[in-house]
């Protein structure tokens, strides 16, 4: 993510390194993830099941079955004070 004139700009990743011993979080304004093309809408509350695929540097793959809440949309901006609304970013 990078700001352009004032407005978040995003883009996609094919992946997501994750170096052995560090933390790599997922957070608003930061590394995140998006649901696309949904089926119907999400709600605050709502337990949304998501498919993580991890390779190693070997190559080997493996899932991991994630069953995240939906937060309210307005807790992303209180956590990310610097990034525009949701509504504003430009994919």
């Keep these: 993510m990078a700001m352009d004139k004032d407005v978040m700009k995003?883009?996609?990743?094919?992946?997501?390194?994750?170096?052995?011993g560090k933390v790599v979080e997922l957070k608003p304004g930061s590394y995140h993830v998006m649901l696309m093309d949904l089926?119907?809408?999400?709600?605050?509350?709502?337990?949304?099941?998501?498919?993580?695929?991890l390779e190693s540097k070997d190559g080997l793959r493996?899932?991991?079955?994630?069953?995240?809440?939906?937060?309210?949309?307005?807790?992303?901006a209180a956590a990310?004070?610097?990034?525009?609304?949701h509504g504003q970013h430009k994919h």
């Design 80 to 85: 990310a004070p610097a990034a525009a609304p």
């Design 39 to 53: 089926k119907g809408p999400v709600k605050a509350g709502d337990v949304v099941p998501v498919t993580l695929v």
């Design 10 to 20: 995003m883009r996609a990743v094919t992946a997501l390194p994750l170096p052995a």
């Design 62 to 76: 493996s899932t991991l079955e994630v069953k995240a809440t939906a937060r309210p949309l307005g807790n992303a």
